[in-house]
């Protein structure tokens, strides 16, 4: 078992790293030659929803996982877009992903994945733009809120480096917690386990199945054939769907990156966020 957690710590470790390094300095790159200008356009309509709604959009056209969505946040609130608006992409950043959503289909149906992306865009915009609406942005350390002056058209290379470095050195000790501790949770807790205690059709099943998404850190990609198996052994759609949406929503190493540019009253209410949204949905399949 140590072996495999060592393991699973190593390549998780590894698998962010290489992840956060790039995705930072691709966004540096993105930043150097294209104008955010139209985007903040779009992000800050005057019509509150419209945003939201490209927020979504945008989330939908990056597909980053939990962790290397965060380099993105960091850029949106220092370009100050609405707090809300970024709280709503970073809802829907890791779980609405086209290439996955194909796999969804694929494996659990079509109705599964329209219901799954019409709950996950609905619930992102509500509970992103409510964290907004009640002052949660006073919640962002200093640090993120300092003057952010754009960078020119010109690329360079050893400034964008520079400033890769210099983010990864403030967030890299949360990533290697945050790892270690899903590592281990992941190497020691089985799947079989699981479906063995979250069988049935019981309403609890779907709070605790939420709860229990997000130390397990399962990407959304490998928790998608994870989910077939698991609905093949008898586990009912509601649970299985609050696991997806909670293990792909706020991973243990998301948790911890955000931990260094969030005050601890928004990281909970962030984690809480993900819980409600997880079980929303999972009672909504319930339905089905």
Not at 34 to 63: C, R
Not at 255 to 269: H, Q
């Amino acid at each position: 078992m140590w072996k495999e957690i060592i393991t699973s710590f190593l390549y998780i470790a590894l698998e962010l790293t290489v992840l956060f390094v790039l995705i930072t300095f691709l966004v540096s790159i993105i930043q150097s030659f294209v104008p955010f200008q139209k985007m903040e356009k779009w992000l800050n309509q005057g019509n509150i929803l419209l945003s939201a709604l490209f927020a979504v959009l945008f989330a939908f056209i990056t597909p980053f996982c939990s962790c290397s969505t965060i380099p993105m946040v960091v850029t949106l609130l220092r370009r100050k877009i609405p707090f809300g608006i970024v709280m709503v992409f970073l809802f829907a950043s890791p779980v609405l992903d086209p290439t996955i959503l194909t796999i969804m289909t694929a494996l659990l149906g079509w109705k599964v994945a329209l219901i799954y992306t019409l709950t996950t865009t609905a619930l992102s915009i509500m509970i992103g733009l409510l964290l907004g609406r009640l002052g949660f942005e006073k919640q962002l350390k200093n640090v993120l809120l300092k003057d952010y002056e754009p960078k020119t058209k010109r690329f360079d290379l050893k400034r964008t480096w520079r400033e890769t470095l210099t983010l990864m050195k403030t967030v890299y000790p949360f990533l290697l917690i945050g790892a270690a501790i899903g590592a281990i949770i992941h190497g020691a807790v089985p799947t079989s386990l699981i479906t063995q205690y979250l069988g049935g059709e019981n309403w609890w099943l779907v709070p605790i199945a939420a709860i229990l998404g997000i130390p397990l850190y399962i990407r959304l990609s490998t928790m998608i054939p994870i989910s077939q198996m698991m609905i093949a052994k008898g586990m009912a759609l509601g649970p299985v769907m609050a696991l997806l949406i909670s293990s792909a929503g706020a991973s243990l190493p998301e948790v911890a990156l955000l931990n260094s540019i969030f005050k601890k009253k928004l990281v909970v209410a962030f984690v809480i966020s993900v819980i409600s949204m997880s079980t929303i949905s999972g009672f909504l399949f319930y339905l089905i």
